[in-house]
């Protein structure tokens, strides 16, 4: 419905683990943002990406890191994954027009760390 | 990004107005407010946004005081698909800014039968 697209829908990784979430983006959005829920919480804003570059980031260590695609696609990845890194995780894509300033958010991956 | 204050829960009536407030006190002249609302399960949903005028579209509307300290989102008709957590959000409306956004907990509106 929003054109953005998340994968996987579920993760199960083991504490220490590495995992890269994926999302896709409708064409020509060009921010991409993305958000970590916890259980009974709001988003929190990790980072954005503007046109292949971060432009923005939220209180989240280095270990968190994304990459953008000239394809409107983009990933998350997360090092050295900790019990708390279990979490929804949320991209939001945006069309970047100056009159298109809303995000449209993606369904989300739900990750579990074990 | 200014810091908004929502009631935790509210509970609405079936085919009755829901009218949800945001306190907003810090609020800057540059910064819009902006509701989405999280459908369990689901990501957040653009809902409305404004500066000091009211707005109204197919799913809402929204009424900014005029010291731009506070807002309520209106849903006219409330139905039971409208039962969600309802997130008020302060920001500057910049298309490179779009996804930068502060959520706080929202509101949690339970539409009753």
């Known amino acids: 419905e929003t054109g953005v697209t998340q994968s996987p829908t579920h993760l199960i990784k083991t504490r220490g683990q590495q995992v890269t979430l994926r999302c896709s983006s409708q064409?020509?959005?060009?921010?991409v943002s993305w958000y970590q829920q916890a259980l009974g919480q709001g988003p929190q804003f990790i980072f954005q990406?503007?046109?292949?570059?971060?432009?923005g980031r939220g209180n989240f260590p280095p270990r968190f890191s994304g990459l953008q695609f000239p394809n409107y696609s983009s990933e998350l990845n997360v090092n050295a994954l900790e019990l708390d890194d279990s979490a929804l995780y949320l991209c939001?894509?945006?069309?970047?027009?100056?009159?298109?300033?809303?995000?449209?958010f993606g369904q989300g991956t739900r990750l579990t760390v074990v | 990004d200014a810091k908004t204050t929502q009631p935790t829960s509210m509970d609405c009536a079936e085919g009755r107005a829901a009218n949800l407030p945001c306190n907003h006190s810090?609020?800057?002249?540059?910064?819009?407010v902006y509701w989405y609302r999280q459908i369990h399960s689901q990501g957040p949903q653009y809902i409305i946004h404004?500066?000091?005028n009211n707005e109204t579209n197919e799913m809402a509307s929204l009424i900014i005081t005029e010291d731009r300290k506070s807002s309520t989102l209106i849903l006219p008709h409330a139905t039971l698909r409208d039962t969600a957590v309802y997130y008020c959000?302060?920001?500057?409306?910049?298309?490179?800014?779009?996804?930068?956004?502060?959520f706080g907990d929202g509101t949690t509106l339970t539409v009753k039968p």
């Open positions: 064409s020509g959005h060009n921010t």
């Open positions: 939001a894509s945006g069309t970047g027009g100056i009159m298109n300033t809303e995000a449209f």
């Open positions: 404004g500066l000091k």
């Open positions: 810090t609020i800057s002249g540059n910064e819009y």
């Open positions: 959000i302060v920001r500057i409306a910049d298309n490179t800014n779009a996804g930068k956004s502060t």
């Open positions: 990406y503007y046109r292949e570059e971060e432009n």
